[in-house]
């Protein structure tokens, strides 16, 4: 079956960087594009961006370009987000949700991994 | 990129029907016909119970049922039940590969 499994919780002092790992099962790794959701204790889900099913193409939401990337290891089926200049605000779950090219849905997530900025 | 708007919370009875609305601008759910609306119970990742403004997927209830009228997408849950009780958030397609959630609602079974 279809399977998303995220690296462990992490840690992280404001101003550093840390990379989150999604790695795939059950599925053609190279036929979905991956997107990155965040969802902050006790709000709403927040689009972060995407990475193509090639992993040659990347779309980032306005409020992080400049702080994320994206990128995708076919050889491990696994793609990674990483969020550079952390502050407290970025504390949250980090998801990461495959998407069928042109279906426009997320139909499979990870089970998150908590991201804790302290100061 | 602000999101989509959707109300705090919605309540209903067991058996009740509810709709929980989701409104955006003619940029995104307006203009697209890719409103997608997610479950999400707490401690667990969201779940998709419906694509494509009204599709559902393999597996979900026929309880679950969506549409779309200008620019406002609704999630209708009919035959409510204690399960039903989670957090419901919509998305749409905005162009661009750009995406936007809902601000999410709580929904109570009474």
């Known amino acids: 079956q279809v399977q998303l499994v995220h690296s462990g919780a992490e840690v992280k002092k404001s101003g550093a960087s840390v990379k989150v790992s999604c790695k795939a099962s059950?599925?053609?790794?190279?036929?979905?594009?991956v997107h990155w959701v965040r969802q902050a204790p006790g709000l709403g889900l927040e689009w972060m961006g995407v990475?193509?099913?090639?992993?040659?193409?990347?779309t980032y939401a306005q409020r992080f370009q400049g702080r994320v990337t994206m990128t995708r290891d076919t050889s491990t089926s696994t793609v990674y987000m990483e969020l550079s200049s952390l502050r407290s605000e970025d504390t949250a779950f980090y998801y990461c949700a495959r998407e069928s090219p042109g279906m426009y849905q997320f139909d499979s997530w990870g089970q998150g991994t908590l991201v804790t900025v302290s100061s | 990129q602000s999101a989509l708007t959707q109300p705090a919370s919605v309540s209903g009875s067991p058996g009740q029907s509810i709709t929980i609305s989701c409104t955006g601008t003619?940029?995104?759910?307006?203009?697209?016909?890719?409103v997608s609306w997610y479950q999400q119970y707490p401690g667990k990742a969201p779940k998709l119970v419906i694509h494509d403004v009204n599709t559902r997927p393999s597996g979900v209830s026929n309880r679950f049922s969506g549409s779309k009228s200008g620019n406002t997408a609704s999630l209708t849950i009919s035959g409510l039940q204690a399960e039903d009780e989670a957090d419901y958030y919509c998305?749409?397609?905005?162009?661009?590969?750009?995406?936007?959630f809902g601000t999410g609602t709580k929904v109570t079974v009474l």
């Open positions: 990475i193509n099913s090639r992993g040659d193409s990347t």
């Open positions: 003619s940029s995104d759910v307006g203009r697209y016909n890719y």
């Open positions: 998305s749409s397609y905005r162009s661009s590969r750009i995406f936007v």
């Open positions: 059950g599925y053609t790794f190279t036929g979905y594009h």
